[in-house]
């Protein structure tokens, strides 16, 4: 399957900073790309869709200018968690969709964001 | 409206038994694609399998065999013979045509002993 990368795997910043995770697809060209946010125990909510060389189409309850997006290659998109506060704390995965026939989302590894 | 359900929260089983979870979506488009995915305790979702709305043949991969039954709208996941390392989350999707976006369900936690 395609293989999709995300970076860094863990995160510990102090309240008030920003931090940015990168999303990349290794083998393939997405022009989609997905952020999503998991708590503990739960299924995954879906907080925006990246789409390479427009703006991110964000899910309602998500802030934008919280939750900064940016899609500017086909294989690389980034989330910046800006101003992170202690309820931003979680785990954010993004996805990359592959398109064609076979059109699937493979997911990144996930990056775990502890904000104190 | 929950578009997919998952009303097992967790199955435990002993090892080499079978399991079987269960999936029943909800959509009013004609063309729509099902998905499974594995979450292990590492935290990456790994896919498992891709069904389109008008292929209903079931399918086999391994251990893994899935039934799809449009007239219950249902995708249920059978796991055969279960390992140690079957014990994860088990998540089943929903994609609408022209959307690509994913419905979750709540995800099955499995856990195979020993």
């Known amino acids: 399957g395609a293989v999709v990368s995300q970076h860094p795997s863990r995160v510990i910043c102090k309240s008030g900073t920003s931090v940015k995770i990168e999303c990349r697809s290794l083998?393939?060209?997405?022009?989609?790309m997905f952020w999503y946010r998991q708590f503990p125990k739960q299924s995954l909510m879906l907080m925006a869709t990246s789409n390479e060389g427009s703006k991110a189409t964000y899910e309602q309850g998500v802030e934008k200018d919280k939750f900064l997006i940016n899609h500017a290659s086909l294989t690389l998109s980034t989330l910046t968690v800006t101003s992170a506060h202690p309820e931003d704390s979680s785990f954010y995965i993004c996805?990359?969709?592959?398109?064609?026939?076979?059109?699937?989302?493979?997911f990144g590894p996930g990056t775990r964001l502890t904000v104190l | 409206a929950q578009k997919v359900t998952q009303a097992q929260t967790e199955i435990s089983v002993v090892e080499k038994e079978d399991v079987t979870l269960d999936c029943v979506y909800e959509t009013r488009d004609t063309t729509y694609y099902l998905f499974w995915y594995k979450q292990p305790p590492s935290g990456e979702l790994v896919f498992l399998i891709r069904r389109n709305s008008f292929d209903e043949q079931n399918e086999i991969s391994g251990r893994y065999s899935w039934n799809f039954q449009k007239s219950t709208s249902s995708f249920n996941f059978t796991i055969t013979a279960s390992q140690v390392v079957d014990s994860a989350v088990y998540f089943c999707a929903l994609s609408e045509a022209g959307d690509y976006k994913l419905s979750f369900g709540a995800g099955t936690t499995v856990t195979v002993r020993a």
């Open positions: 083998d393939f060209q997405a022009t989609t």
């Open positions: 996805s990359a969709r592959t398109g064609g026939f076979t059109d699937t989302q493979y």
